[in-house]
């Protein structure tokens, strides 16, 4: 599964990037908006984690980016604030599939990952 991390807070994005490699995920990282735009114009992604703040650009100019660039591509948004906490996000980005705290322990921003990622086809006799 192919990860974009979208996330001006450095120390939090190796965190994240770490526990979801150790999980065998490829992971990609942005500082802000026209990293995220270069890197999902040039490069296929399932998942984004996208900080709703970001200290560089819009995170929904990105949402809306990849909504048109890679349509199945789902975006699980994190902040650390309560701006959007009334679930509005889901009707401004359509690729939105979850929204949570940045305090949510790695593990289970993981488990999101995995849960709204593409499903492994299974071929003939349960091959890969």
Known sequence: MKVLIVESENGLANIWQRHLQRMGMTVSRARGQDGAIAHLSATPTDIIILDLMLAEGSALAVADYASYRLPDA???????????????????????????????PPEDLAAMVEHYGPAEEVGPAGAL
């Open 74 to 104: 789902r975006v699980i948004f994190v902040t650390n604030t309560t701006f959007f906490s009334d679930g509005s996000i889901f009707s401004f980005a359509p690729n939105a599939c979850a929204f949570v705290q940045s305090a949510t």
